[in-house]
């Protein structure tokens, strides 16, 4: 039992940390059609971006959502200096943002080095919690708490505003809404920089999780794009629900297959991916 | 010869529903060997779907297609090609980066065991472009067999669309709007070659414009919300009152 | 001098340097990069078979290439197939296999639903090869990998093995040419610009994309048993998504579309990271850079985009066919 647990919150952790990185990509698929693989770039870079802020000194939180901005400011200049040109062309968006995480990666190797940091999450959430003989970090929980907050931000905004209904109408039919005289464009730019400001952001926050090393992103990619396989391009509660099971499955298989982990992922997302193209969740395509 | 073989086309009780949304409703109706039968219907009538489904598409709803007395409902598109339909598209539908000639080659070679062949230039079958070429000059338009598709204007375009279906050799051919956009001068090329074709090719034709399906047609048969309302040769329908009513405005 | 002219006198250059190359006293250093060269470049040509004539972006060439790279391994090291053609034949059939299983899941799906699910399906092969360790040897790979003999000759040396990945590489650059040339070449193109076409005109266009995907294996499966022998060692690194990553680089700047272009965009990507990595330890960034820019503004790649800048020094405006980009 304790072992069934143990692993659960671990992989709800982990999960809804890949709703960080997740909700982006698939938003930006699903509006404007642009596969953004340096969307874990933009993670890495935050966490490297919070960490330095941290040992200048700065409180974990403000760091945090400091290497959220910075991520967004820099995923702003490549969207509206190269990208925005083919949000209709998803081959050569692919390609670019191929070439943008090839750049950062070797950025972030020149900035902080090729040594693995470990990050320490803040001093009051670092202890443990014993109920019996379990036990398991705080931390996990407050990482799980964050990422449903920025969920529920998230479904509010698409629900409940103006902004939302233009990016839900502009997924749907994005001609038409262009036809309403919505201003799309405008759209695309605040979805471009909420996914790379809540990747960025959650590059520290899962920092005590993950840690922060070259390749960590490219290690998360494919996770990723298992999320937003799951639960449907476009679907932003599809990359909620998604983005757990493809957690839960993670911890589950580590554990009990640590031999064939990989493949009690991806041979699932493979066969939805072919059977089942619209995600367990999205609406048929 | 009994209704069935006679029978190009046969479709038994179609209907198409995309959601809760009906576009087609129950269908019927039968295309003679050698006939040229027009379809007509206001816009939204179903008319492309009617084609995607009879082209295997789209599957059906309900009902099922007979192909010169076979049943085809069950084929995907590219077996139904080979069972001798051949379809033109309302958009142009062609390999804009080829040139005119491959493309044509593309329809001609498509029953050909030559298209498996991996081993040999395309340059060893000049038996083939040359038949291209020939297809070409009966329109006039040899002169662009090696012009990149991407490069012709709007008209001639359009004329290579049909020429790629009859290119096919087709016992049944599906013009969907042969003569969408084209100037009034285009239109009356589109409408020459497809009226050369006569007497051979069993052939449903989509238009809008009355003046070519006066001019290809012989039979007539009116869609209208999915349903067929009138069926029947062109001077009949020309008469009926209902027809009149909801689709020609009372001015034929 | 005829276009045509040009391209002989360039082709023949071109080959007889590579020949005469090992004997003119470079050092082996460039004999041996230069022997990656043509190995990576038949799996790049295999890609652009797959891009830029089916319009199939395909994120798992790697695991291909890499699981003809392990056959060959695991054959040599348990089973006892030691022979070049048994290591050859071991390799291409497992790539072709791996295809034929890829296939059947990833053809259902076309365009960015394809690339995504072949990113996938090259993380599950490499799941296997980092976690199996029991078969594959996990994050330490396989060692003791030896080059065969080919018939009389002794290929292990250098000079010997980079004969062998030239001949490879020309036997490849040849047949990959003449398939995109021939009927069912065409076929292919035309499935590449409007499969909805070639549906209505009786093509059956999931079969021509499953068979290009394992013509394409067979010589990716080819690169990576070259590969394993060059190395005398495979890992889990040669069939990884950065290793598609690769090749999907190496494709895009020789030149989408083609095949030849990709032995310029593979003599670029070997010899930058080598030569590169000697001057400044910032390589991909420069590569990354060098991408990123071809992508935007020459998307035909080095072989459209060299001649246009060499015509212009020379002061001539000629127009350059381009070459064809999905």
Request: contains cysteine.
């Amino acid at each position: 039992m304790q072992f069934y647990i143990q692993n659960a919150l671990g992989g709800l952790a982990y999960g809804s940390l890949l709703f960080l990185i997740a909700s982006g990509l698939t938003l930006i698929f699903g509006l404007m059609r642009i596969i953004n693989l340096a969307q874990t770039s933009f993670y890495l870079l935050g966490a490297y971006i919070g960490l330095s802020l941290v040992t200048h000194g700065w409180n974990f939180w403000l760091a945090s959502l400091a290497g959220g901005i910075v991520t967004m400011a820099l995923g702003l200049a490549v969207y509206s200096a190269f990208l925005h040109r083919y949000h209709a062309d998803p081959l050569t968006s692919l390609l670019l943002t191929l070439g943008l995480t090839l750049i950062l990666d070797d950025g972030i190797l020149a900035l902080w080095g090729g040594d693995p940091h470990s990050i320490s999450p803040p001093a009051i959430f670092a202890g443990s919690l014993t109920f019996g003989t379990l036990v398991f970090p705080v931390y996990w929980l407050v990482v799980i708490g964050i990422s449903f907050a920025i969920a529920a931000i998230l479904f509010l905004t698409l629900q409940r505003t103006m902004l939302g209904v233009m990016i839900r109408a502009a997924v749907d039919d994005e001609e038409m809404t262009r036809g309403l005289g919505v201003d799309v464009n405008r759209a695309f730019y605040i979805v471009f920089a909420a996914g790379a400001l809540i990747a960025g952001l959650g590059g520290l926050l899962g920092g005590p999780i993950t840690s922060a090393y070259p390749g960590l992103d490219g290690e998360l990619t494919p996770l990723a794009f298992a999320v937003v396989i799951v639960g449907g391009m476009g679907s932003l509660g599809g990359a909620l629900a998604g983005s757990l099971i493809i957690g839960l499955v993670n911890a589950f298989g580590k554990a009990l297959f640590p031999e064939l982990s990989y493949f009690t992922i991806f041979v699932p997302v493979a066969l939805i991916m072919a059977f089942r193209p619209q995600g367990l969740f999205g609406r048929k395509l | 010869m009994n209704d069935a073989q006679s029978a190009c086309l046969e479709l038994r009780g179609i209907s198409k529903r995309f959601g809760s949304l009906g576009v087609l409703d129950d269908v019927t109706l039968t295309v003679r060997r050698g006939e040229r039968r027009g379809i007509i219907g206001p816009n939204g009538a179903g008319k492309s779907t009617l084609f995607n489904i009879i082209a295997g598409e789209l599957p059906a709803s309900a009902g099922s297609v007979h192909l010169l007395g076979r049943d085809v409902s069950r084929l995907p598109a590219h077996r139904r090609a080979r069972a001798g339909l051949a379809r033109t598209f309302q958009t142009t539908t062609l390999f804009p980066r080829l040139t005119v000639v491959e493309n044509l080659v593309l329809a001609l070679q498509a029953h050909s065991p030559e298209r498996f062949h991996l081993l040999a230039p395309r340059s060893r079958y000049r038996a083939r472009d040359e038949e291209a070429v020939a297809l070409l000059d009966r329109v006039g338009l040899a002169g662009c067999a090696e012009v990149l598709v991407d490069a012709l204007g709007y008209g001639e375009k359009r004329q290579i669309e049909i020429l790629l279906a009859l290119a096919q050799k087709p016992q049944l051919l599906l013009l969907d709007e042969p003569t969408a956009g084209l100037a009034p001068a285009d239109a009356s090329l589109v409408t020459e070659m497809l009226k050369r074709e006569r007497g051979g090719t069993t052939m449903v034709l989509i238009e809008h414009d009355m003046g070519v399906v006066f001019d290809v047609v012989e039979n007539l048969t009116v869609l209208h919300h999915g349903r067929v309302v009138a069926d029947g040769p062109l001077e009949t329908i020309r008469g009926d009152a209902k027809v009149q009513e909801i689709y020609l405005g009372g001015n034929l | 001098m005829s276009a045509r002219r040009r391209w002989i006198v360039t082709i023949v250059a071109g080959a007889a340097l590579a020949l005469l190359l090992p004997h003119l006293g470079v050092p082996t250093f460039f004999v041996s990069l230069l022997t990656q060269t043509w190995i990576i470049a038949i799996a790049a040509m295999s890609l652009d078979l797959l891009i830029g004539f089916v319009g199939l972006v395909n994120f798992s060439q790697a695991a291909l290439f890499g699981v003809g790279a392990y056959a060959v391994a695991i054959g040599a090291t348990r089973f006892h197939i030691t022979g070049f053609a048994g290591g050859l034949v071991c390799g291409m059939i497992a790539a072709v296999v791996t295809a034929a299983l890829f296939g059947l899941v990833a053809l259902r799906a076309e365009g960015p639903g394809f690339i995504i699910i072949t990113i996938a399906l090259n993380q599950i092969v490499w799941g296997l090869a980092y976690q199996w360790v029991s078969v594959s040897g996990g994050d330490n790979g396989i060692t003791g990998i030896t080059r065969p003999p080919l018939g009389p000759f002794d290929l292990s040396s250098n000079t010997a093995y980079y004969y062998v990945c030239l001949a490879a590489f020309a036997l490849t650059l040849a047949i990959l040419m003449t398939v995109v040339r021939s009927p069912y070449g065409l076929v292919l193109k035309g499935v590449r610009d409007t499969p909805r076409r070639m549906r209505a005109l009786g093509y059956n266009v999931w079969l021509y994309r499953y068979s290009a995907l394992l013509l394409s294996s067979v010589f990716a499966g080819t690169a990576g048993v070259l590969f394993a022998w060059y190395n005398q060692f495979v890992g889990p690194v040669d069939l990884s998504l950065d290793q598609s990553t690769q090749f999907l680089i190496v494709t895009i700047l020789g030149g989408i579309g083609t095949i030849y272009g990709q032995l310029f965009g593979a003599l670029v990507v070997i010899f930058l990271s080598n030569e590169l990595s000697s001057i400044t330890q910032r390589w991909m960034l420069v590569l990354g850079v060098i991408y990123f820019a071809i992508v935007l503004y020459a998307p035909g790649g080095l072989v459209v985009l060299v001649p246009r800048l060499w015509d212009r020094l020379r002061g001539k405006r000629v127009a350059v066919v381009p070459a064809e980009h999905p």
